[in-house]
């Protein structure tokens, strides 16, 4: 089970940090990420952190987001920075049992088998 938190509504050029906690057989070594969805777009991929800590972002958020883990709290992280309009979107974490970077980072959506509910970012 993921479970999403952190979103919030705020003013352009701030941040947000947030967190996907994760519960289940987190033993197992996984790939996860972030998406986002704004209304009447698809969803697309924001960042993605492999089992051996290589991630991967998208263009339009290098720079300015930052995705970590936290294995002992079993939680993942999107540091949110420079938030402009065009981030406002619901965002969603994911994730599949899948050890290493190869075929993790990159992947597209189908590629993952759990999805949380997702939490609201709001830039004005």
């Known amino acids: 089970q993921l479970v999403e938190s952190g979103g919030a509504s705020v003013q352009a050029g701030g941040s947000l940090t947030l967190s996907c906690a994760a519960s289940g057989d987190t033993r197992r070594s996984w790939c996860m990420a972030w998406f986002r969805q704004a209304p009447g777009e698809d969803r697309e991929g924001v960042a993605g952190?492999?089992?051996?800590?290589?991630?991967r972002y998208a263009d339009s958020v290098k720079g300015r987001f930052t995705v970590s883990k936290d294995n002992a709290k079993n939680t993942l992280y999107l540091q949110v920075n420079s938030l402009k309009p065009e981030d406002s979107a619901m965002y969603y974490c994911?994730?599949?049992?899948?050890?290493?970077?190869?075929?993790?980072?990159?992947?597209?959506?189908?590629?993952?088998?759990?999805w949380g509910q997702g939490t609201q970012v709001t830039v004005s």
């Open positions: 952190i492999a089992s051996d800590g290589g991630t």
């Open positions: 994911a994730a599949r049992r899948w050890a290493g970077s190869g075929g993790c980072l990159g992947a597209q959506e189908g590629f993952y088998r759990y």
